[in-house]
């Protein structure tokens, strides 16, 4: 029984969102936010992989989305739709369909790849100094694609929303939410594989002592290059839907902001915890739309009271205040998280009896 | 053929000479000591043969291929373990866990049997969780293995950092001060434990020791070293009555 509910909870989840999108009872301002929760699921626990369970501080997780972004947009958009930079499909565009899952692996594997970026300074680099290294690979990569004319550089590239319509054009279903769905679930129980293999378990005796890993035979190297590419693989899938959701993307938005997002969510759910890592990665989603209400609100509340000038309005660039102001706040008063480095079923001994997740 | 042969082995860092120019064979069996004052170069010596620094000059040989040069990893895998002075356990993982770790060398599946579970991931997640269970059990710490260490008291640290190290199953095991920090109880049992390791798992041991009690009880064999050059070499019996040994610890009383 409780080997077979998570995988019952997931598909019942699964058929029931598809079943509110087609029948229109979810409208797609809700669609959207299950959309980026299920990204920023992708994205935190991709992260937690590197910053929590290995103890390095990556902090350009955008670059591997970026990456992956790029090379399944443009794969997609070559392969399934009429393109003024390509010109016409090359295959016909009903095989879109079929083809989606395998697009998005190939800006999977082209962002773990250059996931090797940052994994071949990380062996002799640690710290501090692997941080500054980690936000030198996201300009690079966010400055390499602007140069690239040939993919619309800093004006970005489009198109990736005919593909969707020529994927629902062949069978009529929600193609991206269920693609999302069945990503972020893979990405879980992968690293959730992983990390409680005794061979994922080398990548926490580096975090804990990296000397004592490598004279008990974890070839940490080699640990690293595999947490490196894993972690930056699953961003670059996180980056493919992403694009795919939104239609359109930008050099600008990969940038240095999209990072410290991935690392709020982390460090908000907790390093070394997956269910934290979720967990985050909803509240998260759920309070950038409520800042989308509430700052508006602000705006009022404060002209009502006479606390702004009339000329001037409360924006919803605030939210960029806002957000580092929650990390700020969280390493003041919370630096574990809201998990720690413990999982659901630690804190919650029974539940164990409903579920097992490997 | 000696089981770990050193030959004119010299560290320098930068213009400080760490080790020079220092030989010594251990043949299979043996349980040596190499002592010395403070910064005379020992710990640096269990660097180069575990592998952490490349030496300047000089060759290690081990069973016979020559080991300078190799990643500690690989080192660990031909089978010399080592422990620190300072307890190095990963502390938020339990004893069992520190000891499971440690068999990287010798998984038996790749990181793809991991993420889909096959077959050969759970036969070798079980065969690594027996063997570990049965090195703890063999030092008497199985009712300790779901605990974290820092929860333990020193002395069991001790006896974990231990435990781990023979858990690779090797056949040359380095000691960096075993007995640093133990009350004197604790220095007996550890004495104990020592001698029955080497006599169950017959293996060669390399020890570093200030206690005078420890490496005269245990070794059959004696290295001074002093400002990385070797100044005696014999018994414990002959060592303690060697005046430039004595000269090394006390000082000179010319001044």
Redesign the interface.
Known sequence: MQKYSVPLLVTILLIVLVALSQSGAMDLYVQSIILFMGINIILSSSLNLVNGYMGEFACGHAAFMAVGAYVSSTLNVWLFAQDKFFGPPLLPPELALYFFPFVLLAGGIAAAFAGILIAIPSFKTRGDYLAIITIAANYIVTSTIINMDSIGGARGFMGMKKVLFSMSDTIDLPWILIWVVISTVMTIWLIRRFVSSTYGKGISAISQDEVAAEIMSVNTNKMKLIAFMLSSGLAGIAGGLYAHILGYINPGSFGILKSTECLVMVYLGGMGSLSGSVISAILFTLLLEMLRFVIPWIDTIMHWSYLLPDSYHLSQVWKWVLIPLILILLMQFRPEGIMGNRELSDIFPRLKKYYSFK | MALLEIKELTQLFGGLCAVSDFSVALESGELVGLIGPNGAGKTTMFNLV?G?YKPTQGSITFKGHPITGL???EI??LGVA?T?QNI??????TVL?NI????????G???VD??L?TKR?LKN?KR?YTEAMEILEALDLARYAHEVPPNLPYGLQRKVEIA??LS?KPSLLLLDEPAAGLNSADVQDLIKLIQRIHKEFDITIWMIEHQMTVVMTLCSRLKVIDFGSTIADGTPDEIQNNPDVIKAYLGDDTI
């Open positions: 575990s952490f990643k500690p990893h660990t895998a080592r620190f190095r356990l990963w502390n938020d993982m866990e499971c770790v440690s068999q990287h060398y010798n998984m599946y790749s990181i991991a993420l579970r991931y997640e690594i781990r190290a690779i």
